[in-house]
């Protein structure tokens, strides 16, 4: 083996050390140009505004769903990427019908109305409704210990709040919600007549939060209406249940399972210029919840993925890879678009390395989730005095994303936009989620967040 020579290992040192500088410096300087080009001449805002405002709550089946589709299609065209198509795939179609009623009934006869919402795919109540004495309980050990003979022909309330002392927001979801998708499922088992969930929300207010649940395997004859309550609603039912526990509660809901409807992805691509068969993904979800218009959830993951494209094709940076935009159908209620995204990508045998998932909310990025290996992750959190600058600062390992998940196992690596979670889940799945509760200045700053990572991990590819 030929070994360098003492002067020559030390020049070698050298201008390999000023290569890695330059480097540096040139990535500076582009994550620059994003940044400035991202908050002076951005055009996520106004594709969140018409979204949003023109077209509304997006419910996968609806036709705002498909007005959405037609509208971000056509949006990607007008970029003038190298190729803009639909990705076919069924999903699954519910309607909440007209708004749900509900109140509590005293032992005196007086009766309180009380804010409710179906949550996604329960079936309707009977057409007069459901009035029956209700059960509190927190957790699904609960029903084992009461038992069918004191849970038979009752509502059970579900009232375990999120965790209020962990600052990750999303963890204490994460911990409340197998009450809202499959509360319902092992209250039948029970014969529970019907189901209130406590809204998965850490804010006090009258606005109920929607969200998907599961029957499992329950046949259709014993599936239970299933609603989500207020959590100003489930303080005062669970206090005037333990004065009264034989009180009764009363709720109609309107909702329809329908069978499955034809639907898109919506994808774009800038063609790798060294590696086109190599792809790297960036996207969120353009279904929402039909309570308000998602423009947090998921309108903002979409219109700043939409905006990463833009932006190099805006500041001519061509990448090495093939960059794609996936708009993903159907997340909400049955992830049915990125399942079908990751099934087609086998079935070509398309070499993915890299994807960006934003499902978090247009708030100020903070940085990143990361499923990867340990030189991935090295690599990543490298870039950190980078990313300094613009007070990005979170490089976890961790959850990345429900759309871009199906493709683990096939793919090098995997990343969540993660922006302050703090007010997130205030409007989640509520009335609240709407356009004026977007700061422009925030979704700019998360679509160049994404954008910079995505230049960085196309320049230096993968480990």
């Excluded at 014969?191 to 209130?196: C, E, P, S, T, Y």
Aim: with cysteine; hydrophobic share 40%.
């Amino acid at each position: 083996m030929k070994t360098l020579s003492i002067p020559s290992l030390i020049f070698f040192l050298f201008f390999s050390s000023i290569s890695i500088s330059q480097n540096a410096i040139q990535d500076s300087i582009m994550l620059k140009k994003i940044y400035s080009t991202a908050l002076t001449d951005g055009k996520a805002y106004d594709w969140l505004d018409y979204l949003s405002n023109e077209i509304g709550g997006r419910l996968s089946g609806s036709i705002e769903a498909e007005s959405a589709v037609n509208y971000t299609e056509e949006q990607l065209n007008e970029l003038g990427l190298d190729k803009v198509w639909l990705q076919s795939v069924m999903v699954p179609k519910w309607t909440r019908g007209f708004k749900e009623y509900a109140y509590i009934e005293t032992n005196s006869g007086d009766k309180s109305v009380t804010n409710i919402c179906a949550l996604g795919g329960s079936v309707p109540t009977p057409n007069l409704g459901i009035k029956a004495e209700v059960v509190e309980v927190q957790n699904f050990e609960d029903l084992t210990k009461l038992g069918k003979d004191k849970i038979a022909g009752k509502i059970v309330f579900f009232n375990r709040p999120m965790q209020a002392d962990l600052i990750h927001t999303g963890s204490a979801y994460g911990g409340a919600s197998n009450q809202r998708y499959s509360g319902a499922e092992q209250a039948a088992k029970y014969g529970a007549i019907g189901v209130l969930v406590r809204s998965l929300t850490l804010k006090l207010d009258d606005s109920p939060h929607t969200g998907a649940m599961s029957y499992g395997d329950t046949p259709n004859s014993q599936r239970i209406p299933a609603a989500a309550i207020s959590t100003k609603g489930a303080e005062y039912l669970s206090s005037l249940l333990k004065l009264q526990p034989n009180l009764q509660f009363y709720f109609k809901q309107n909702c329809k399972i329908w069978d499955d409807v034809p639907s898109f992805n919506v994808i774009g691509e800038i063609t790798g210029s060294v590696h086109p068969n190599k792809f790297m993904v960036v996207g969120g979800h353009l279904d929402s919840w039909d309570l308000a218009d998602g423009a947090q959830d998921d309108g903002a993951g979409v219109v700043q993925s939409m905006e990463v494209l833009r932006l190099f094709k805006k500041l001519n940076y061509r990448p090495k890879h093939t960059i794609r935009v996936v708009l993903f159908m159907n997340e909400e209620n049955g992830l049915r678009g990125g399942l079908k995204y990751a099934e087609e990508a086998k079935r070509k045998k398309e070499k993915h390395v890299f994807a960006l998932e934003s499902d978090s909310g247009g708030y100020t990025p903070r940085g990143f989730s990361l499923e990867t290996d340990a030189a991935n992750v090295a690599q990543i959190r490298s870039w950190a005095p980078l990313f300094k600058p613009y007070l990005i600062h979170l490089f976890d390992e961790g959850y990345s994303g429900a759309d871009i998940r199906p493709m683990k196992g096939n793919i090098d690596v995997l990343a969540g936009l993660q922006p302050d979670s703090q007010r997130y889940f205030d409007i989640h799945h509520s009335e609240n989620d709407t356009f004026d509760q977007v700061n422009k200045r925030e979704l700019e700053l998360g679509a160049a967040t994404m954008a910079s990572l995505m230049y960085l991990m196309d320049i230096h590819g993968v480990k």
